[in-house]
């Protein structure tokens, strides 16, 4: 099994910067695939950003140019780097590992909210 931990959500003012971290551990494949997704109120959850093992990445066109996902494979870590940030943007932010490119087999982690205010 994996497990994964997220930390570093919280409340920004709009145009701020937040940074969101994500560490697996447990029974992980070599060639995987580690991302965000996220979920506002009312809304079905969202691709945000995913990159795999080897370095591919692929943003929402609604992040791209403010936000930047990168990864430690050495960690088995995952950070979300998010700039100008909007007020849309506020959502519970999940982060999520899985075999390339099986998502239905993702595992979550537990979420963390980010708020922004206007």
């Known amino acids: 099994q994996v497990q994964l931990v997220e930390s570093g959500g919280g409340l920004v003012q709009a145009g701020g910067s937040l940074r969101l971290s994500c560490a697996a551990s447990?029974?992980?494949?070599?060639?995987?695939?580690m991302g965000w997704y996220r979920q506002a109120p009312g809304k079905q959850r969202e691709l945000v950003a995913t990159i795999t093992s080897s370095g591919s990445i692929n943003y929402a066109d609604s992040v791209k140019d403010r936000f930047t996902i990168c990864r430690d494979n050495a960690k088995n870590t995952v950070y979300l780097q998010m700039n100008s940030l909007k007020p849309e943007d506020a959502a519970v932010y999940y982060c999520?590992?899985?075999?390339?490119?099986?998502?239905?087999?993702?595992?979550w982690g537990q979420g963390t909210q980010v708020n922004v205010s206007s």
């Open positions: 999520c590992i899985y075999r390339t490119p099986w998502l239905a087999s993702a595992t």
């Open positions: 447990g029974s992980i494949f070599s060639i995987n695939t």
